[in-house]
């Protein structure tokens, strides 16, 4: 590409006929061209094109300079209006330095709206500069402020916005320029150029009059940025010592903004004894009396039907088995078509005893629970057995190793291969594998973060319902949804119909759907009794559809199943969720007639800006009348502004409406949308607080607790090994410091001077504490290290006060003057994230000192030796080939394994770990099967400890190694 001098005289000229700027007028300013497309070939050097529906071009139509433009016209045959975006290079362009970019468009009044991405060259990250409409006819200059360096030129998006103009349309560009000074200031005002100054946020400027660029760095502090287990004070000059906020469970704490929502139907299946959720092994044995509709196991996808997987199941002791009965998954689906069945005393050695080629259920009658295939053959002793598969059909939608249950049956008709008898299972290739947690693991993460609300999906069997007249909650439902509430926490259902969906039904086909699902609700509710409080129903509808009669029909698809969860719980509540905030389907709904049976609004809210722009006061919005919009075509100049139009018009049909935030994240990985896990965690925190600040009455809850990784994308508060990134600490953080019993205060202010860019609120709690959440609004960074402030708080008489960290959780007691009732909080620093200052006007709580809570990696063994005076820790060993975390304790003669209680060891009374001159002795047999080793002993003092049998590991090559008098003696089981 050719970059060269912009001329004075070329722009006059060209510029002319438009503006009426005068030819003589000389042009003083450094400018260039970096692309005048004057090429034939620069359509296809410059522009990926997708040619069903785009075609770009060099034309000889239109120009603004020479004898050529880029024509970019779209063709999109279809009913709705959509964004139509090009790439600009693949990968980007780099563009010369300077501080403006701009471009020639030829316009035709249709209304269209045009902006350029541009790309961070270090980072991926991309920035959306302001969108203009096209309303002129001809050439016009578009301007935009930018980055002098790092940025590429990544996208030009055109969109097309009106229907009424047809569905061909097409835009000229020319003349690319980069310059230092504004075409606007050498032209002024009314030179007929549309000039841009800034660069639009997710939603705009921090308010509507801005025009500067948005902060992106504090680092007027001298200290390093804090981390979750690195903080920093809060208040400079404070010597006083960081202490740990005095963190409680979910059941000690008070209703808060914080929760979480989970992915998929987790709590439906997860049990204590099955340990794993959809598809998992334990699956296969958790006995078909607990059966239901989403409990077979199932292996992986396999490319075609030749495959190598197995099911093992491990006996806690040695067992005879006469026979096997294997059911299959619901109507056969993924029943393998070769297996074999195979027996072992070690887990090693292998024995066939059963062998099947060819297709068993052919020609049985399809129905939802087939009857056992059953497999006979000679008794034979056996600690373990297998289902060995080698081929597959291709009936489940692709090809899987898919059964309902497997059944061991012993000399006197018992299964012993059920989870009850102590069998535990496994397999070579689970489905469930990075999808799913063990129960307890998933407990614990909901529990000790202190969230008070879960977001459960369960989808209603209507067709059960139509069928048999009764609908079956799972059992592992009702229990999981039980422990929760004991345990503090409430859920909201997020209650589905058919397949998934409502599915657009209209007419009389919608209010009959509507009273089918309201009749199968009936049955679910009896069995569910008061443990749901809040009901949502079906699930961001406005992606769907915008006509009168999808409209009507959503409607007519709710009322009645809102209706029957009043009629049979008067105490609950009912909402209807959206993707995002869509204003204008919202009206609609309302306008139909939805409002008066809701008691709440619930709204998704993502960061879909890209990387660079971290800011969760300007994520708003996207989606207008279930279309899609981009962040410049925000109506609103902030996100609280949005939020309080959303309010006032809920309101206007129905003042009793809560709003609730069923769904927010900030999605990890590499993508050119995605955040680092630090960003992450002070985004979540900014996100929780901002929304108990705006006035959100009901929780958020992020989505989601588990690891959900889409193409580059990683969501959830775990990652893919179910370890807690920093925005599960986050939310910790916040669901220990302020509650909905934080209400805004009405008397005392705080002021934070000039510095302008802070957002803060002040709330007042009924035991005299006060709480001030603040922070600087400005793109959230890791490397990011704040700014010093002065705080004057008036109206409350101080006894002392903390600022608490949000995102690292230490605490720090703060120095501060009072003088004719206004307290000073001097050098507080002022972070991208919340920092909150707890002031009491009674005497202060004491917090523990500043512990970092690491979680323990999977594997990891730790005697907790008890003492009066001192509590240590003592890490033993740390494998990452094990999968339990192990828990032992000097004084007691239980552990726990993964948050388990277990004896240490059954029927042998006083057996505990000792720690005996500084070395730690443990029993040996319990940590053995703990980690899924054989132990093994030899007297005169030697332990094995292996996943082979003695009888492999004690080699000739071995055995010569053994002193003679150990030779001698008999070996045996450790006890």
Not at 689 to 712: N, R
Not at 721 to 738: E, F, G, H, L
Request: with cysteine; net charge negative.
């Amino acid at each position: 590409m050719k970059l060269k001098k912009l001329l004075s005289l070329f722009l006059s000229i060209c510029m002319l006929p438009v503006f009426g700027v005068q030819a003589e007028e000389k042009l003083e300013f450094d400018g260039y061209v970096f692309e005048d497309f004057e090429s034939p070939d620069s359509d296809g050097e410059w522009f990926n094109i997708a040619p069903e529906t785009h075609e770009v071009s060099t034309s000889q139509e239109h120009a603004v300079s020479g004898s050529r433009s880029l024509k970019f016209a779209v063709n999109r045959e279809r009913t709705e209006i959509g964004i139509t975006s090009r790439e600009y290079s693949r990968g980007g362009h780099p563009m010369p330095v300077g501080k403006y970019f701009g471009m020639w468009v030829y316009g035709n009044k249709h209304g269209n709206s045009i902006f350029p991405v541009l790309s961070d060259a270090e980072s991926g990250g991309q920035m959306h500069l302001k969108t203009f409409t096209v309303d002129w006819q001809g050439w016009k200059y578009l301007e935009w402020q930018i980055p002098t360096n790092k940025y590429k030129l990544y996208h030009i998006v055109f969109k097309k916005n009106n229907a009424d103009n047809g569905y061909y349309d097409e835009i000229f560009f020319d003349d690319f320029t980069i310059s230092n000074v504004s075409y606007f200031e050498v032209y002024g005002e009314d030179a007929g150029f549309v000039n841009d100054t800034g660069m639009a946020g997710s939603v705009g400027q921090m308010d509507s009059g801005e025009t500067e660029v948005v902060t992106t760095t504090l680092d007027e502090i001298d200290q390093e940025p804090p981390t979750r287990t690195s903080p920093q004070p809060n208040q400079l000059n404070n010597e006083n010592p960081l202490k740990m906020i005095s963190y409680k469970k979910a059941i000690d704490l008070p209703n808060n903004i914080a929760g979480v929502a989970f992915n998929e139907m987790t709590m439906s299946s997860n049990t204590p004894e099955t340990r794993g959720v959809n598809w998992a092994a334990p699956l296969a044995n958790d006995g078909m009396e607990r059966k239901g509709k989403h409990t077979p196991f199932s292996g992986g996808l396999n490319n075609g039907s030749a495959t190598d997987e197995y099911l093992t199941f491990h006996f806690n002791e040695t067992k005879t088995i006469k026979s096997v009965n294997i059911i299959p998954r619901s109507r056969g689906m993924g029943y393998p078509v070769d297996y074999t069945i195979d027996v072992s005393r070690d887990g090693k050695k292998w024995e066939t005893v059963v062998t099947v080629t060819g297709e068993l259920l052919a020609g049985r009658e399809q129905k939802a629970i087939m009857d056992p295939v059953v497999h006979s053959f000679a008794p034979v002793k056996a600690n373990y057995i297998r289902m060995h598969v080698t081929k597959l059909n291709g009936n489940a939608g692709g090809h899987y190793f898919q059964i309902a249950e497997f059944e061991a049956i012993d000399l006197k008709g018992k299964n012993v291969a059920i989870y009850t008898e102590g069998t535990t299972v496994e397999a070579s290739n689970p489905l469930s594998t990075n999808m799913v947690s063990d129960w307890q693991v998933m407990m614990d993460d909901m529990i000790d973060a202190g969230v008070k609300w879960v977001n459960v999906p369960f989808m209603i069997p209507r067709e059960e319902y139509l069928k048999n007249g009764n609908v079956v909650v799972p059992q592992a439902l009702i229990d999981n949804i039980r422990y929760l509430k004991e345990n503090g926490v409430n859920v909201t259902l997020r209650i589905w119909g058919s397949s998934g969906r409502w599915d657009g039904r209209v007419g009389e086909e919608a209010k009959k759907f509507g009273q089918e699902v309201a009749e199968a609700m009936v049955p679910c509710i009896e069995q569910l009794g008061d443990l749901v409080m809040h009901w949502q129903i079906y699930n961001e509808e406005n992606g769907g559809g915008t006509s009168d009669e999808y409209i009507q029909g959503y409607v007519d698809a709710v009322v009645p199943v809102a209706k029957k969860i009043h009629e049979l719980l008067p105490g609950a509540k009912v909402g209807v969720e959206t993707a995002l905030i869509d204003m204008k389907w919202t009206k609609r709904i309302l306008d139909a007639g939805i409002g008066p049976y809701l008691d709440t609004f619930d709204t998704h809210i993502y960061k879909e800006s890209v990387a660079s722009q971290n800011i969760i006061e300007n994520v708003g919005t996207f989606i207008q009348d279930a279309q899609r919009k981009f962040p410049q075509d925000q109506p609103y100049a902030t996100y609280e502004e949005e939020f309080n139009a959303l309010k006032d018009l809920l309101h206007s049909y129905n003042p009793k409406i809560e709003l609730w935030c069923t769904e927010i994240a900030a999605n990890v990985g590499g993508g050119g949308y995605n955040v680092t896990p630090p960003v992450q965690g002070k985004w979540l925190a900014r996100a929780y607080i901002y929304h108990q600040m705006i006035g959100y009455t009901g929780a958020s809850m992020w989505w989601t607790l588990q690891p959900v990784v889409t193409g580059e994308t990683e969501w959830g508060v775990l990652d893919t090994q179910y370890n807690r990134r920093d925005s599960w600490y986050a939310m910790k953080n916040v669901a220990n410091t302020i509650s909905f019993e934080h209400q805004e205060s009405k008397t005392v202010t705080a002021d934070f001077g000039d510095a302008t860019d802070m957002v803060y609120k002040v709330f007042e709690h009924a035991d005299g504490s006060y709480l001030i959440p603040y922070w600087v609004w400005t793109f959230i960074r890791e490397q990011n290290t704040g700014k010093a402030v002065d705080i004057k708080v008036k109206g409350v008489d101080v006894k002392n006060a903390v600022a608490i960290d949000m995102f690292n959780g230490s605490v720090q007691e703060l120095n501060y003057t009072t003088d004719n009732g206004v307290t000073t909080f001097a050098g507080m620093v002022a972070r991208d994230y919340p920092v909150v200052i707890r002031i009491n006007s009674a005497e202060g709580t004491e917090y523990a000192e500043f512990v970092p809570e690491e979680q323990p990696k999977r594997g990891q063994v730790v005697v907790v030796e008890k003492d009066e005076e001192e509590k240590s820790e003592t890490e033993l060993f740390c494998d990452e080939i094990f999968s339990s975390n192990i828990i032992m304790t000097t004084d007691s003669e239980t552990a726990t394994i993964n948050g388990a209680e277990k004896p240490l060891y059954n029927g042998v009374a006083g057996v505990k770990p000792v720690i005996i001159d500084g070395v730690s002795y443990l029993p040996a047999r319990f940590l053995s099967e703990a980690i899924g080793k054989h132990i093994y002993w030899l007297d005169g003092g030697v332990i094995i400890i292996s996943d082979d049998s003695l009888e492999t590991v004690l080699t000739d090559e071995v055995k010569a190694a053994l002193p003679e008098y150990i030779k001698a003696k008999k070996g045996g089981t450790a006890q």
